[in-house]
């Protein structure tokens, strides 16, 4: 059973190009999470999809980034017209049907550099 | 506020145990997570506890919980090189189920 995939693993940008992270669940699991990692800190909470449902987007700055999780096909994590400040590592993580509070796997992450 | 709060450096020698703590804030988690990074790669599920438990173990790592602390602690006994990472611990965000990290402590084992 594979993990957690995402690519590119690295992903290097000149602001104001656009970026596009992609994340294939673990198999079963219908529920996918984004996360971001500054350097030094933490991993901050962005966005939880299901299928072709975003369930919480709090954590997603309003502008310029935009997430989806369709029917078919992998989640996309999209960053438009790049700056500076969004070098950064993108963690995916996925979980199975809600039974509860249930554990999320995480994949390798994408590490975007922005020039 | 929603903050998890972890030291951010510990140090140990070879052999040694380590004991990485944390405190959160929300009473009505139901699991809480330890997570390993380490350089350059993602994280690794460690361990989760439930939180009608008190302890886990799992071989050389335990979990303590005080709930009424809000305190969380991971012990690693007989520490190695290859346990020098970041560690992370975690909870639910107000019980659902994006999860709210703290910022890591990173664990530097002394051989």
């Known amino acids: 059973n594979a993990g957690v995939m995402q690519n590119p693993r690295h992903l290097v940008r000149r602001r104001g190009q656009e970026a596009r992270l992609r994340c294939s669940p673990m198999k079963g699991h219908s529920h996918v999470y984004w996360y971001r990692q500054l350097p030094e800190e933490g991993l901050k909470f962005m966005v939880y999809l299901q299928k072709e449902n975003i369930i919480d987007e709090s954590g997603m700055p309003k502008e310029r980034f935009s997430a989806e999780f369709p029917k078919e096909g992998p989640s996309i994590l999209r960053i438009q017209q790049v700056v500076r400040g969004d070098s950064a590592a993108y963690f995916c993580?996925?979980?199975?049907?809600?039974?509860?509070?249930?554990?999320?796997?995480f994949g390798p992450g994408t590490r975007l550099t922005v020039l | 506020g929603e903050d998890v709060e972890q030291s951010l450096f510990l140090s140990v020698r070879e052999g040694d145990s380590s004991v990485i703590n944390c405190t959160y804030t929300d009473s009505s988690s139901t699991y809480l997570y330890w997570y390993k990074q380490e350089p350059g790669a993602g994280l690794q599920l460690l361990t989760y506890?439930?939180?009608?438990?008190d302890m886990k173990q799992d071989q050389r790592l335990t979990v303590l919980l005080n709930k009424k602390d809000k305190h969380l602690s991971l012990r690693i006994a007989d520490t190695q090189t290859g346990d020098s990472a970041i560690y992370f611990c975690a909870e639910p965000h107000s019980g659902n189920t994006p999860l709210v990290f703290g910022k890591g402590t990173r664990l530097s084992v002394i051989a």
């Open positions: 993580a996925s979980s199975p049907p809600l039974r509860g509070t249930d554990t999320q796997y």
């Open positions: 506890i439930f939180s009608n438990m």
